[in-house]
C-alpha cells in the first residue's frame, strides 16, 4: 500500500454516489469507510428496525430507499445480504431493469465470486466481489477495524485494478482470490474465526463451573499468546496434554466434561483429534505415546458411562 500522504477528505472531489442494499453489520461500515476517501454515500436499504438504526449510526441523513431506488441513485451499490439471499436479489434486480449500464456492483459475500453477478453483468453492471476478513458489531468501531484489513477480491480482469483500489481507499489489503476457491477461502475463515466463539465461549462457561470468578480476564492473556504463537511459528507452537501424549490427563478431561458438560465432549474429542494429528505428523507427539492418547480419544470413548465395567 502506498504511504505517501493523502489529501483530506474535506478536499477530495466526491467521486463516486455509493449505495447500500442490506444495512447489516457490513454495508454501513463499508459506506462509511468509503465516504472518509472522498465517496458519497447518497441511499441506504433496510428492512428490520436494527438495520435502520445501524445506517442512522453510520450513515447520517442518508436517505432510506427500496432496493431498486438505492441502484437508481448510486454510482457503486455494495450488495451486503446474507449469502442465500444473494444470487435471488441480484437476478430480481436484473429482471426489474433496476441495474443501470456501467454501474459498479459489489457483494460482499465470502462464498460467492463474481459469477453470481453474471445475471447483472449481462444488463450492464461491472461485477465486484470483495469481501472483508473481519467480524462487525455494527458500530463505528468498525470503520476502524478496516485499516489494514485483508479483502478476498475476485473480479474479471479487467476490473481487477478498480476492484483493489476500493480496497484500498477503505483502509484494506487486496488479496486476490480465485473464483473456484471462493468456498475453499470461505471455510478457511469460518473454520477459524467463527469456531473461535464457540470455543472460547464453551472455555469460558466451563471455567464459570470451575468457579473462576472472570474468565475473561484468565482467558485473555492466554489466547492471546496463543494466537500470536500460531500466527508465528504453525503447528509449532501446539503445546497442552494432546501434543506431550498424556492420555491421562485427556482421559481426565473427557470424564470430568461427561459429568458437568456433557454437550461439549464431542467437539472436545474432535479438536483433540486434529491436534494430536497434526502433533504427530510435525513430530511433537511420540508416537510411542500415540497409542493410548488415541485410545482415549477413540469413537467409542464418547458413549456415556453406564457404570458397568467394560
Same mark, same amino acid.
Given at each position: 500500500?502506498?504511504?505517501?500522504?493523502?489529501?483530506?477528505?474535506?478536499?477530495?472531489?466526491?467521486?463516486?454516489?455509493?449505495?447500500?442494499?442490506?444495512?447489516?453489520?457490513?454495508?454501513?461500515?463499508?459506506?462509511?469507510?468509503?465516504?472518509?476517501?472522498?465517496?458519497?454515500?447518497?441511499?441506504?436499504?433496510?428492512?428490520?428496525?436494527?438495520?435502520?438504526?445501524?445506517?442512522?449510526?453510520?450513515?447520517?441523513?442518508? %436517505? &432510506?430507499?427500496?432496493? #431498486?431506488?438505492? *441502484?437508481?441513485?448510486?454510482? @457503486? !451499490?455494495? =450488495?451486503?445480504?446474507?449469502?442465500?439471499? +444473494?444470487?435471488?436479489?441480484?437476478?430480481?434486480?436484473?429482471?426489474?431493469?433496476?441495474?443501470?449500464?456501467?454501474?459498479?456492483?459489489?457483494?460482499?459475500?465470502?462464498?460467492?465470486?463474481?459469477?453470481?453477478?453474471?445475471?447483472?453483468?449481462?444488463?450492464?453492471?461491472?461485477?465486484?466481489?470483495?469481501?472483508?476478513?473481519?467480524?462487525?458489531?455494527?458500530?463505528?468501531?468498525?470503520?476502524?477495524?478496516?485499516?489494514?484489513?485483508?479483502?478476498?477480491?475476485?473480479?474479471?480482469?479487467?476490473?481487477?485494478?478498480?476492484?483493489?483500489?476500493?480496497?484500498?481507499?477503505?483502509?484494506?489489503?487486496?488479496?486476490?482470490?480465485?473464483?473456484?476457491?471462493? %468456498? &475453499?477461502?470461505?471455510? #478457511?475463515?469460518? *473454520?477459524?474465526?467463527?469456531? @473461535? !466463539?464457540? =470455543?472460547?465461549?464453551?472455555?469460558?462457561? +466451563?471455567?464459570?463451573?470451575?468457579?473462576?470468578?472472570?474468565?475473561?480476564?484468565?482467558?485473555?492473556?492466554?489466547?492471546?499468546?496463543?494466537?500470536?504463537?500460531?500466527?508465528?511459528?504453525?503447528?509449532?507452537?501446539?503445546?497442552?496434554?494432546?501434543?506431550?501424549?498424556?492420555?491421562?490427563?485427556?482421559?481426565?478431561?473427557?470424564?470430568?466434561?461427561?459429568?458437568?458438560?456433557?454437550?461439549?465432549?464431542?467437539?472436545?474429542?474432535?479438536?483433540?483429534?486434529?491436534?494430536?494429528?497434526?502433533?504427530?505428523?510435525?513430530?511433537?507427539?511420540?508416537?510411542?505415546?500415540?497409542?493410548?492418547?488415541?485410545?482415549?480419544?477413540?469413537?467409542?470413548?464418547?458413549?456415556?458411562?453406564?457404570?458397568?465395567?467394560?
Amino acid at each position: 500500500m502506498s504511504t505517501s500522504p493523502q489529501p483530506e477528505p474535506k478536499d477530495r472531489p466526491a467521486r463516486l454516489g455509493v449505495g447500500v442494499v442490506g444495512a447489516g453489520r457490513v454495508g454501513p461500515a463499508l459506506a462509511a469507510a468509503l465516504q472518509l476517501a472522498g465517496h458519497r454515500p447518497v441511499a441506504v436499504s433496510g428492512v428490520s428496525d436494527a438495520s435502520r438504526r445501524r445506517a442512522a449510526l453510520l450513515l447520517p441523513d442518508v %436517505p &432510506l430507499m427500496s432496493p #431498486a431506488q438505492v *441502484l437508481q441513485r448510486a454510482d @457503486l !451499490v455494495l =450488495l451486503t445480504v446474507p449469502d442465500d439471499t +444473494l444470487p435471488g436479489l441480484v437476478e430480481g434486480l436484473a429482471e426489474t431493469g433496476a441495474v443501470r449500464p456501467g454501474q459498479l456492483l459489489v457483494h460482499t459475500s465470502g462464498r460467492y465470486g463474481a459469477r453470481v453477478l453474471d445475471p447483472a453483468l449481462r444488463a450492464g453492471a461491472l461485477p465486484l466481489a470483495l469481501h472483508p476478513a473481519m467480524t462487525f458489531t455494527g458500530t463505528p468501531v468498525d470503520v476502524q477495524r478496516l485499516a489494514g484489513c485483508s479483502f478476498g477480491v475476485t473480479a474479471p480482469e479487467e476490473l481487477r485494478l478498480a476492484a483493489e483500489a476500493l480496497v484500498i481507499e477503505m483502509g484494506g489489503e487486496p488479496e486476490w482470490i480465485s473464483e473456484e476457491s471462493r %468456498p &475453499l477461502y470461505h471455510a #478457511a475463515l469460518a *473454520l477459524g474465526a467463527n469456531h @473461535l !466463539v464457540t =470455543l472460547v465461549a464453551e472455555s469460558m462457561e +466451563l471455567l464459570r463451573a470451575a468457579g473462576v470468578e472472570a474468565p475473561d480476564r484468565m482467558l485473555g492473556p492466554l489466547l492471546g499468546a496463543a494466537l500470536d504463537n500460531a500466527l508465528r511459528s504453525g503447528d509449532a507452537a501446539l503445546t497442552g496434554p494432546v501434543a506431550r501424549g498424556d492420555a491421562g490427563t485427556v482421559a481426565a478431561h473427557v470424564a470430568e466434561l461427561r459429568k458437568h458438560a456433557p454437550q461439549t465432549v464431542a467437539g472436545y474429542l474432535a479438536m483433540a483429534r486434529a491436534t494430536a494429528d497434526r502433533a504427530l505428523a510435525h513430530g511433537l507427539l511420540k508416537p510411542e505415546l500415540a497409542e493410548d492418547l488415541l485410545g482415549v480419544l477413540a469413537d467409542d470413548a464418547t458413549l456415556p458411562d453406564d457404570g458397568s465395567d467394560r
